[in-house]
């Protein structure tokens, strides 16, 4: 199986800014549907955003308008730009194919933490 690596949590004020980065095998984020999900305690893991291999997005309601999913296939790389960051938008945030696949397993995740 191939676990992806994410990257680029930390602890941020409440309006502030992130971006997350997501590395996994050039075989999978070149050729499948790459979302973001995140886990706050408690809590169920959720899809905040997704791209498909040719660049389109859709994003879950909470986050629409603040945060950005992009891809570079070249770096096998996922991002997410998350803007105007809110205490709810704490979690551990997770990248993985959509649907999830055999061959990708769930990795460490990356801690984002939202002061208020």
């Known amino acids: 199986q191939v676990q992806p690596v994410e990257s680029g949590g930390g602890l941020v004020q409440t309006g502030g800014s992130l971006r997350l980065s997501c590395a996994a095998s050039?075989?999978?984020?070149?050729?499948?549907?790459m979302g973001w999900y995140r886990q706050a305690p408690g809590k169920q893991r959720e899809l905040v955003a997704r791209?498909?291999?040719?660049?389109?997005?859709n994003y879950a309601d909470s986050v629409k308008g603040r945060f950005t999913i992009s891809r570079d296939n070249a770096k096998n790389t996922v991002y997410l730009q998350m803007n105007r960051l809110k205490p709810e938008d704490t979690a551990v945030y997770y990248c993985?194919?959509?649907?999830?696949?055999?061959?990708?397993?769930w990795g460490q995740g990356t801690q984002v933490t939202v002061s208020s």
């Open positions: 050039r075989s999978i984020v070149s050729f499948y549907i």
């Open positions: 993985n194919t959509d649907p999830q696949i055999s061959s990708m397993s």
């Open positions: 791209i498909t291999n040719v660049g389109n997005t």
